[in-house]
Antibody, heavy 126, light 108 residues
């Protein structure tokens, strides 16, 4: 069973770049069954999709964050990463990595996020 | 961007009661791209329902999903103590994923 674990600094200064890594265990990140995503959640608020990457390196980003986001994959380490530049206090949140399944069910394309990592809190503050 | 609006914001019920949670989309959503998640404090969201009505692996059959177009519903037939949590709906459309703001299900 695939498991995901986020890692990275818990404190980032304003205007700097937030960098997180998600390590995938229990399966290969190169499996064609999954995309790999980042999702964030400010304290006490809802969930915001940041972006996704396929093992080929193909990416899609939330238009609201696109200018500041880069997601990459390292298949040799079974990891994928998030970089968010020019951060402000508004980027303070719990950041989750998640496996995104996109598959055909009874001839119709479906997708869903499962499983998720446990999440990591990133605070933007000087 | 497709906006998902969940109602009510908070639902106060007792164990054993039936819970009905609503998710309304600002425009039509493909049912195959509608999912529901449960989140407990300090935990990551957990997939409950995909394709609007299919239960994820290991999810009890007291959880059911229904709906189409712009109106979707998550029903918990008989609440267990462990069901009190925040529930989110999520959709994919226009090349992006969006979540509702959540419904908090609390013990009355």
């Amino acid at each position: 069973q695939v498991q995901l674990q986020e890692s990275g600094p818990g404190l980032v200064k304003p205007s700097q770049t937030l960098s997180l890594t998600c390590t995938v265990s229990g399966g290969s990140i190169s499996s064609g069954s999954y995309y790999w995503s980042w999702i964030r959640q400010p304290a006490g608020k809802g969930l915001e999709w940041i972006g996704r990457i396929y093992t080929s390196g193909s990416t899609n980003y939330n238009p609201s964050l696109k200018s500041r986001v880069t997601i990459s994959v390292d298949t040799s380490k079974n990891q994928f990463s998030l970089k968010l530049s020019s951060v402000t206090a508004a980027d303070t949140a719990v950041y989750y990595c998640a496996s995104l399944t996109i598959t055909m069910v009874r001839g119709v394309r479906h997708n869903w996020f499962d499983p998720w990592g446990q999440g990591t809190l990133v605070t933007v503050s000087s | 961007e497709i906006v998902l609006t969940q109602s009510p914001g908070t639902l106060s019920l007792s164990p054993g009661e039936r819970a009905t949670l609503s998710c309304r989309a600002s425009q039509s959503v493909s049912s195959s791209y509608l999912a529901w998640y449960q989140q407990k404090p300090g935990q990551a969201p957990r997939l409950l329902i995909y394709g609007a009505s299919s239960r994820a692996t290991g999810i009890p059959d007291r959880f059911s999903g229904s709906g189409s177009g712009t109106d979707f519903t998550l029903t918990i037939s008989r609440l267990e103590p462990e069901d009190f949590a925040v529930y989110y709906c999520q959709q994919y459309g226009s090349s992006r994923y969006t979540f509702g703001q959540g419904t908090k299900l609390e013990i009355k």
